[in-house]
């Protein structure tokens, strides 16, 4: 099974303060934004790599220079202005998806983890699930949480808010692009509840999956390891 992986490289986080870019700091030996695609368990089985980036001269040379040699082939879409949120900004490159029934990745690609998901496998086993949620235990307010009900069903989706110990591991896939799209008007129809900061994330659009009537499933990832946290890589 082929598929899609969207990356949000849009925010106002891709340059530090410094003026160095996030996605190249060393990490493992490797430039952090690719060591940590890499490591994903259907890395190999990707149809292609799209990237979403805020358009400026900075994000046009790590394209040029960085991403179309890492990804060959690789989308790349820039947004003028920044977007009201990485949802958003994934819907801007769902618009060079040409596979539409393939599952769909959006990777934040900003959290490592360790995990041996076969999506395939996972979606064809699940028939009723039109997304797949990773997630590992916390309770800290920083993240994005799932809650569950006495069935281990996924009822809800929240942004910043601990309504469970299930918190997102910032990687989002949904069965297909319809899928995606449905979540997204679910998500503008209901923004007041959808939306944190004003900004719209990915995560709630879960919510709008099972407002279809889908189920989420849950896969449980290890070896968490937090990138956003960027002072820690930088000792």
């Not at 980036?53 to 879409?77: M, Q």
């Not at 947004?79 to 596979?99: C, D, H, K, M």
């Not at 569950?148 to 809800?156: A, L, R, S, Y």
Request: hydrophobic fraction near 45%.
């Amino acid at each position: 099974m082929s598929m899609h992986i969207i990356v949000p490289l849009a925010g106002p986080d891709f340059t530090l303060a410094d003026g160095r870019i996030k996605a190249l700091i060393p990490f493992q030996g490797e430039p952090l934004l690719k060591y940590v695609l890499d490591s994903r368990p259907w890395a190999s089985k990707a149809t292609r790599y799209c990237f979403a980036l805020h358009d400026c001269a900075t994000a046009r040379k790590f394209s040029y220079e960085y991403l179309s040699s890492w990804y060959p082939g690789c989308s790349i879409v820039y947004l003028s202005t920044i977007s009201r949120g990485a949802a958003l900004s994934a819907l801007a490159a769902v618009s060079l998806v040409n596979e539409f029934c393939q599952p769909m990745i959006i990777d934040l690609a900003d959290i490592y983890y360790s995990s041996s998901l076969d999506i395939e496998y996972a979606l064809q086993s699940q028939p009723d699930a039109g997304g797949i949620a990773l997630v590992f235990e916390s309770t800290n307010p920083q993240y994005s949480y799932l809650a569950i009900d006495n069935n281990g069903m996924v009822i809800e989706a929240a942004e910043k808010k601990v309504i469970s110990n299930k918190a997102s591991a910032g990687t989002y896939i949904f069965d297909n692009c319809s899928t995606f799209l449905k979540a997204i008007g679910h998500a503008i129809d209901n923004a007041p509840s959808q939306t944190h900061g004003n900004l719209f994330y990915v995560c709630p659009l879960f919510n709008g999956v099972l407002s279809l009537g889908r189920q989420v499933a849950l896969e449980p990832v290890f070896d968490v390891m937090d990138i956003k946290l960027i002072e820690n890589l930088l000792r």
